[in-house]
């Protein structure tokens, strides 16, 4: 059975820091592009960064770049998110999720297994 678990959600005061991590189990996502979206309350689940297997691309969502990193440890089967400067606006479930061998997705349908999300929480 795949899946893909999320850890390190919380709540947090703006300024602050969370790293979020997935861990993959049940197969393999060594070549897979692997991304973090998010869900806030009323809204569409958005794109907020991804990166391919090898880690030489990482896009980024224009509302996250410059605050957020994404990595990745093959050998673990495990991708990052260290968020940096949090914001309320950054409140939200976090998704981990697997996607393609062939290129990496920035939207909600390239990405074919997901995580059952972690909530962030930034207070003002």
């Known amino acids: 059975q795949v899946q893909l678990v999320e850890s390190g959600g919380g709540l947090v005061q703006a300024g602050g820091s969370l790293r979020l991590s997935c861990e993959a189990s049940g197969r393999t996502f060594r070549r897979n592009a692997m991304g973090w979206l998010r869900q806030a309350p009323g809204k569409e689940r958005e794109f907020v960064a991804a990166i391919s297997w090898t880690g030489g691309s990482t896009p980024y969502a224009s509302s996250v770049k410059g605050r957020f990193t994404i990595s990745r440890d093959n050998a673990k089967n495990t991708m990052y998110l260290q968020m940096n400067s949090l914001k309320p606006e950054d409140t939200a479930v976090y998704y981990c999720?697997?996607?393609?061998?062939?290129?990496?997705?920035?939207?909600?349908?390239?990405?074919?297994?997901w995580g059952q999300g972690t909530q962030v929480t930034v207070s003002s």
């Open positions: 999720a697997a996607g393609s061998e062939l290129w990496v997705g920035v939207r909600t349908n390239e990405y074919n297994y």
